[in-house]
């Protein structure tokens, strides 16, 4: 498959409570033949909004590559309701589909969005959905909209409406936990701190995030509930506590501590506090992370000399070796449909970011940054966020995992690392 390289700014801007967030998305490459989707301007008939629910949608759908929107200066009509679609007028700009929303106030004082998405080569109506929400929620039914409109044209379910946390660090004296919307915008300020946080991530009903914070003069390992903060330390040992990973049923974390002399992974049963060891070995096992079906962990060992990523059965302690080709892979995590490893790979002594079929051992290179590291991957399984130097900062970066998407997400403020994207919740 051939792809086009283009660059396309569009400059995003969201509240944090500190100040301003300043993510600007970069993408770098497209699909070469991206479909052509008119988002009419949304007809509303209210005061100035502080958000543009269309342009929105237009660069949700810009962002993931498979779109090419027209641009509101090339569009013949502005039509509020279907009896106003002519199917010709679109034909003639070369638009595939076609979107039209309605925004109406609720007595509450919130948002009723009704759209329609229209298939302009069929002349039909193929979705028609109302979404609403409070006096705040106008990115979110903006984001609804985008979801659906990619899950009917692409059949697979889109991840627009999705969140991700990252740490933002400036230099060695503060650190912050950040969540934000998936395209960077409304940052809010999660954790701060003097000493280094690492390793979030996200448990699977996307209501705690766990991770590493040295606030006590070593590393422990923290869970904190996202709506009210309430925060809660899980680990106390001497040495290494660290990589956490929740289990899909949210009920256990996998971890690593080397309280027993050499680090090796554990689980750990939230709710009783209960550890359980995994791995014995004398080389370092490292960054574990669950498979679907949450009977095996994979993990990363230099048992056979470097580093490699390694399956274990937990029920029956059963250790296979998954990765073979480079010298280097490691910090692997599992594709939504268990079917693909993403990990860091290291080719010609450069780390980029990789996926290998986990059935064929098949490796594809994802990524053609640099020093690229620490990839979560989406909800839906078509793109993956992952952390990566450019112009000398630390920024967030993405790709489709056929490799034919990619943008960037440089911040103005600190080095950004440490992405992890959220489920559906």
């Known amino acids: 498959m051939r792809v086009s390289k283009v660059v396309i700014l569009l400059t995003l801007t969201a509240l944090s ?19 052509p989707v008119a988002v009419v301007p949304m007809a509303w008939s209210g005061p100035a909004l502080g958000e543009n629910v269309s342009e929105i949608v237009e660069a949700d759908l810009r962002r993931s590559g498979q779109f090419r929107p027209i641009p509101k200066t090339d569009m013949l009509s502005f039509p509020r309701t279907e009896a106003d679609v002519f199917y010709r007028d679109w ?6 589909y076609l ?11 919130g948002y009723s969005l009704d759209y329609e998405l229209f298939d302009v080569l069929s002349q039909k109506k193929v979705l028609q959905r109302n979404v609403s929400g409070g006096p705040e929620s106008l990115r979110d039914l903006a984001h609804a909209v985008s979801d659906a409109v990619y899950e009917a044209v692409t059949g697979i379910r889109g991840a627009f409406s999705t969140k991700m946390i990252y740490v933002e660090a400036f230099g060695n004296t503060k650190f912050r936990l950040m969540l934000s919307d998936a395209d960077g915008a409304r940052e809010k300020l999660l954790l701060e701190s003097k000493q280094p946080i690492m390793s979030p991530v996200w448990s699977p009903d996307g209501k705690q995030v766990a991770y590493v914070s040295f606030e006590t003069g070593r590393p422990a390992i923290f869970r904190q509930v996202i709506a009210t903060g309430e925060r809660q330390q899980l680990t106390n040992f001497k040495g290494l506590n660290g990589a956490p990973a929740w289990s899909p049923d949210g009920k256990k974390l996998a971890l690593v501590l080397s309280k027993d002399g050499n680090p090796e992974v554990y689980t750990l049963d939230i709710a009783s506090g209960q550890f359980t060891r995994v ?37 029956s302690g059963r250790i296979e070796r998954l990765t073979f080709e480079g010298d280097y892979n490691a910090r692997a995590r599992v594709s939504p449909d268990g079917k693909t490893l993403v990990m860091v790979h290291r080719q010609n002594g450069v780390f980029h970011i990789a996926t290998q079929d986990i059935t064929s051992g098949d490796i594809r290179i994802l990524t053609e940054t640099h020093l690229d590291e620490s990839p979560s991957i989406a909800p839906n399984g078509a793109m993956l966020m992952y952390a990566t130097k450019y112009q000398g900062k630390g920024i967030l970066a993405a790709v489709s995992l056929d490799a034919g998407v990619k943008f960037r997400l440089p911040s103005k403020e600190g080095d950004v690392r440490e992405p992890s ?5």
């Not at 409570?17 to 033949?33: P, V």
């Not at 979107?99 to 007595?107: A, D, G, H, M």
């Open 279 to 315: 791995t014995k070995h004398f080389s370092i096992d490292t960054e574990p992370s669950w498979m679907k079906d949450g009977k095996s962990l994979t993990f990363t060992s230099d048992r056979g000399g470097k580093p490699q990523i390694y399956q274990v059965t937990l029920a």
């Open 91 to 96: 034909r003639i700009l070369g638009s595939e």
């Open 421 to 425: 994207w959220s489920p559906y919740y």
């Open 99 to 109: 979107v039209l929303s309605r925004l109406s106030q609720t007595p509450a004082g």
């Open 17 to 35: 409570c500190l100040a301003r967030a300043e993510l600007t998305i970069e993408i770098t490459q497209g699909m070469d033949n991206p479909t």
